[in-house]
């Protein structure tokens, strides 16, 4: 019987891409420096050094603040601009960036119908503060059990140490818990291999990696089908839908 559902946050609850590219489009539009590059081109490179960056941030070794900053020294150089406006372009991505959120379809209904039968946890690559902040900005924070980062753990997804952290908080056993998260690395493989059901989270329509390691969702709707899919992991793997 499965007694817990835990939850990837950023790009499964709360848009992140779509959100980080209208960011990448606002600070485009406002410093000439990124004018040649097509957005497409920025969004690549920015993913690149976000990903570079991001360990240290979401371990808590340096700022997001810091991270941001550097992330567009880089961004302004790989444009052939070394000393671009590194730190206004960062102040206009992240108040562009949180102004352009939004949940995803579905993710607070979803949440909520789980919660009355089993226990919620959100486990992500983050700093406490930033995942707290999209919580309560969405509507999440009263229903979720426990908030599991990176930060506060010290290891990050796909680390074992991440999931067994927030199966205790939960007093969960992996057996009775299923992971749903968009990360196929991060989320499904951790989760497996912590000893989880996982369901890999896949609303942009990505190839399916292992059908036969973890099932596949592309919508939290209709919410009473998803929530029924997911708590029928207690009769083995989750139906894909």
């Known amino acids: 019987m499965i007694r817990a559902v835990l939850f ?130 969405f509507g999440f924070a009263p229903e979720i059990d426990a908030l599991v980062t990176s930060e506060e753990v010290g290891v990050a997804k796909p680390d074992a140490r991440i999931f067994n952290a927030a199966l205790a908080r939960v007093e969960c056993d992996a057996a009775a818990a299923v992971m749903v998260g968009d990360s196929w690395h991060h989320d499904v493989l951790g989760a497996v291999a912590a000893g989880l059901r996982a369901v890999w989270f896949n609303r942009h329509g990505g190839a399916h990696p292992d059908p036969f390691i973890a099932p596949q969702i592309e919508s939290f709707t209709p919410t009473e089908t998803v929530a029924a899919a997911l708590l029928a992991a207690s009769r083995g793997r989750p139906a894909a839908l």
């Open 8 to 137: 990837d946050l950023d790009d499964t609850l709360v848009d992140h891409r779509d959100a980080t590219r209208a960011a990448l489009a606002g600070v485009r539009a406002r410093f000439p420096a990124f004018a040649a590059m097509p957005l497409d081109e920025l969004a690549a490179a920015n993913q690149r050094i976000l990903e570079a960056l991001h360990t240290d941030v979401a371990l808590g070794r340096t700022t997001a603040t810091d991270a941001r900053i550097e992330r567009y020294r880089r961004l302004f150089a790989a444009a052939g601009q070394p000393d671009g406006r590194a730190g206004a372009a960062a102040e206009l991505h992240r108040r562009t960036y949180v102004a352009a959120r939004r949940r995803v379809d579905g993710a607070l209904e979803l949440v909520t119908a789980l919660r009355a039968h089993v226990r919620v946890a959100v486990v992500t690559n983050n700093t406490v503060a930033e995942q707290r902040e999209k919580l309560a900005s």
